[in-house]
């Protein structure tokens, strides 16, 4: 009995030193190990990683960390006395950054396992995302009861994994390029000058930029044209001061375009200044066309800008849309005879000023008969306040005295097109104040229904004005000449005699 209580006692010392032995083999530290890391702040991008530092295992145990051959570098790293890893500087990670464009990218999904070893995380926007990321480094290591160890050996060692994540800086450009053209501006007369500013802000480019990219190109879609001169210059200022001239490329303005481009050297100077330092803004003036009465004026501004490190790490905002509008008053006054027919070839003038003189002559319009009965005025400021008279009536009409006062009401703006009123003012035949309004006008097409008739009567047919009038006194005076000159010659006659 005692015999086999020996054996028994032996057998159970073996296989507590195979049960401890295999914990060990399970245990060992190996290449795939691997631990989950998350970087925060970076919603609607891809995650790519750049393993720079690597883990380097002898038989059961790790020994230590190399190189990567992506890191350039070679051999085993090294660490000084307050254990960070000689080598790993600002300027070694900007270096990376700017080859990894050019590298091949290995996706990584956030909260994923990573091997052992210091990776580079570069997070790269969709395309509805314009946020500038700086690069991130993340590391997965040893630990011996908590503590971040350099080797391990698994025979003697209770290990574990730890891992550090990162919060991505950035720069948002979301929202920050725009274009605007000044209020009194938005409604025009074509013809005149308007002003337009665009602003963005220059992101805070990190070292790890190369060469970066912040260039505003403005575009004219239509009904406008630049206009540049010593009054109307192209002006740009970056934090509220005219910048110098060797900061920035001014491109055209050439084929309905132009850009301004800052120099890499300047936006890198940019860096550690706050956001209202390295704000842009930058005005030019353009000129309202004839295409502009039929589709409001339109020009867009983009932002190319660098977003990722690296030769490839540019894209473009969508357009920021601007809209100039000139007004007009088609078909909401007509023009007929006293019996409605249409007539053709009476003139109008139209005025801004109740002054009737040359200088404040804005158009003039002569009816026609393809044009059917409208009278016709395009192109106006809807912020003015115009007055239409006729200045020529049709042959064998008298001219309407009347004098109307036109003015615009109830715009409504809608991304380059617009619904309006126009409402005309005058005085009848017995002094009555008359307003009419034509409603709901589609900008660039006529009044569906006249406000109101402009009526010229023939000469033939003048009103009474209820007085007897002069034509009784005319007859009256002729036949006294007539009866006067009987006389006299013949009194004449018998002086004769």
Same mark, same amino acid.
């Given at each position: 009995?005692?015999?086999? +209580?020996?054996?028994?006692?032996?057998?159970?010392?073996?296989?507590?030193?195979?049960?401890?032995?295999?914990?060990?083999?399970?245990?060992?530290?190996?290449?795939?190990?691997? +631990?989950?890391?998350?970087?925060?702040?970076?919603?609607?991008?891809?995650?790519?990683?750049?393993?720079?530092?690597?883990?380097?295992?002898?038989?059961?145990?790790?020994?230590?960390?190399?190189?990567?051959?992506?890191?350039?570098?070679?051999?085993?790293?090294? $660490?000084?006395?307050?254990?960070? %890893?000689?080598?790993?500087?600002?300027?070694?990670?900007?270096?990376?950054?700017?080859?990894?464009?050019?590298?091949?990218?290995?996706?990584?999904?956030?909260?994923? #396992?990573?091997?052992?070893?210091?990776?580079?995380?570069?997070?790269?926007?969709?395309?509805?995302?314009?946020?500038?990321?700086?690069?991130?480094?993340?590391?997965?290591?040893?630990?011996?009861?908590?503590?971040?160890?350099?080797?391990?050996?698994?025979?003697?060692?209770?290990?574990?994994?730890?891992?550090?994540?990162?919060?991505?800086?950035?720069?948002?450009?979301?929202?920050? %390029?725009?274009?605007?053209?000044?209020?009194?501006?938005?409604?025009?007369? %074509?013809?005149? *000058?308007? /002003?337009?500013?665009?602003?963005?802000?220059? &992101?805070?480019?990190?070292?790890?930029?190369?060469?970066?990219?912040?260039?505003? #190109?403005?575009? !004219?879609?239509?009904?406008?044209?630049?206009?540049?001169?010593?009054?109307? &210059?192209?002006?740009?200022?970056?934090?509220?001061?005219?910048?110098?001239?060797?900061?920035?490329?001014?491109?055209?303005?050439?084929?309905?375009?132009?850009?301004?481009?800052?120099?890499?050297?300047?936006?890198?100077?940019?860096?550690?200044?706050?956001?209202?330092?390295?704000? %842009?803004?930058?005005?030019?003036?353009?000129?309202?066309?004839?295409?502009?009465?039929?589709?409001?004026?339109?020009?867009?501004?983009?932002?190319?800008?660098? /977003?990722?490190?690296?030769?490839?790490?540019?894209?473009?905002?969508? =357009?920021?849309?601007?809209?100039?509008?000139?007004?007009?008053?088609?078909?909401?006054?007509?023009?007929?005879?006293?019996?409605?027919?249409?007539?053709?070839?009476?003139?109008?003038?139209?005025?801004?000023?109740?002054?009737?003189?040359?200088?404040?002559?804005?158009?003039?319009?002569?009816?026609?008969?393809?044009?059917?009965?409208?009278?016709?005025?395009?192109?106006?400021?809807?912020?003015?306040?115009?007055?239409?008279?006729?200045?020529?009536?049709?042959?064998?009409?008298?001219?309407?005295?009347?004098?109307?006062?036109?003015? $615009?009401?109830?715009?409504?703006?809608?991304?380059?097109?617009?619904?309006?009123? *126009? +409402?005309?003012?005058?005085?009848?035949?017995?002094?009555?104040?008359?307003?009419?309004?034509?409603?709901?006008?589609?900008?660039?097409?006529?009044?569906?229904? =006249?406000?109101?008739?402009?009526?010229?009567?023939?000469?033939?047919?003048? &009103?009474?004005?209820?007085?007897?009038?002069?034509?009784?006194?005319? !007859?009256?005076?002729?036949?006294?000449?007539?009866?006067?000159?009987?006389?006299?010659?013949?009194?004449?006659?018998?002086?004769?005699?």
């Amino acid at each position: 009995m005692k015999k086999f +209580k020996k054996i028994f006692a032996v057998l159970l010392t073996l296989a507590m030193v195979l049960g401890m032995s295999m914990t060990s083999f399970a245990a060992q530290p190996q290449k795939t190990d691997s +631990k989950e890391v998350t970087v925060e702040g970076v919603d609607d991008t891809t995650l790519y990683a750049y393993q720079i530092i690597d883990a380097k295992y002898e038989g059961a145990g790790f020994v230590g960390y190399e190189w990567t051959d992506f890191s350039g570098k070679t051999g085993d790293v090294t $660490f000084d006395a307050s254990g960070n %890893v000689i080598g790993l500087d600002s300027d070694f990670i900007t270096n990376l950054a700017k080859k990894a464009g050019n590298s091949e990218k290995n996706e990584f999904t956030n909260g994923s #396992k990573l091997e052992v070893g210091t990776w580079m995380i570069l997070a790269v926007p969709s395309s509805n995302n314009e946020t500038v990321y700086n690069p991130m480094i993340v590391s997965v290591y040893y630990t011996v009861d908590g503590v971040q160890v350099s080797s391990v050996d698994a025979a003697a060692d209770n290990w574990d994994l730890g891992s550090t994540g990162a919060f991505a800086k950035s720069s948002d450009i979301t929202g920050t %390029v725009d274009k605007k053209v000044d209020a009194d501006d938005k409604d025009a007369a %074509v013809g005149s *000058v308007v /002003r337009f500013t665009l602003t963005g802000t220059i &992101p805070s480019y990190s070292a790890e930029y190369v060469d970066p990219v912040y260039t505003l #190109k403005d575009t !004219i879609v239509r009904g406008l044209e630049y206009k540049v001169d010593d009054e109307h &210059p192209i002006t740009v200022k970056v934090g509220g001061v005219a910048t110098a001239k060797a900061n920035y490329n001014l491109t055209g303005p050439a084929n309905n375009t132009f850009s301004v481009a800052f120099t890499s050297a300047y936006i890198s100077s940019l860096a550690a200044e706050t956001d209202d330092a390295r704000a %842009v803004e930058i005005t030019y003036y353009a000129t309202v066309t004839e295409d502009a009465i039929t589709s409001a004026g339109q020009n867009n501004v983009t932002l190319e800008y660098s /977003r990722t490190p690296g030769e490839d790490g540019t894209a473009e905002t969508n =357009p920021k849309t601007e809209y100039t509008y000139t007004f007009g008053f088609d078909g909401v006054l007509n023009k007929v005879d006293g019996d409605g027919k249409i007539l053709e070839g009476a003139t109008f003038t139209l005025y801004d000023d109740l002054s009737f003189v040359d200088e404040n002559v804005v158009d003039t319009y002569t009816t026609i008969d393809s044009n059917s009965d409208k009278i016709v005025f395009n192109g106006l400021d809807a912020d003015k306040t115009y007055y239409l008279k006729e200045t020529a009536a049709p042959s064998g009409y008298t001219i309407n005295e009347t004098v109307y006062t036109v003015t $615009f009401e109830n715009i409504v703006y809608n991304k380059g097109t617009a619904t309006y009123d *126009v +409402k005309v003012t005058y005085q009848d035949a017995q002094g009555n104040l008359v307003e009419k309004t034509a409603t709901n006008i589609t900008y660039g097409e006529s009044a569906t229904t =006249p406000a109101d008739s402009v009526v010229n009567l023939t000469i033939g047919s003048l &009103p009474s004005t209820g007085g007897i009038g002069t034509t009784i006194f005319t !007859i009256g005076g002729c036949a006294i000449m007539i009866i006067a000159a009987a006389l006299f010659f013949a009194s004449r006659r018998k002086a004769a005699k």
